[in-house]
């Protein structure tokens, strides 16, 4: 696998349907991580798809060394997503981007809908 073609290459904004149960858990890591991010005195948002990027990742990963979910490699690399400042501002900004996209797509069709009723 080419990891530096992989890397190079924009975030992926998707739409994805989550079950309530992953998505209280993607919420609850969010949580997590944001306060332990601040109880170190690091100032990063943790958005809805770092919680989630950080889960699949961590999974990805446990698998990858034989399901052991608190292998120090596992760990390390979890962790340096986690502060990787640039990265996490990537992902945020795709997020924010899709709600705007998202906003705009609904007020424009308001909009439209709205001028046709006045014809």
Known sequence: MNWDKIMKKKIVR???A???IMDYYVRLVQSILTQQLAAEGIDVDVSYSVALN???L???LAVAHNGLMNNPEVLETLWDF???KKTI???NLAEMEARFTERIRKITITLR???KAEE
């Open 14 to 16: 998707k739409t994805v």
């Open 18 to 20: 989550i079950h309530p």
């Open 54 to 56: 950080y889960m699949l």
């Open 58 to 60: 961590w999974v990805i």
């Open 82 to 84: 986690l502060y990787d």
């Open 89 to 91: 501002e990537r992902l």
């Open 113 to 115: 809908e709205k001028i």
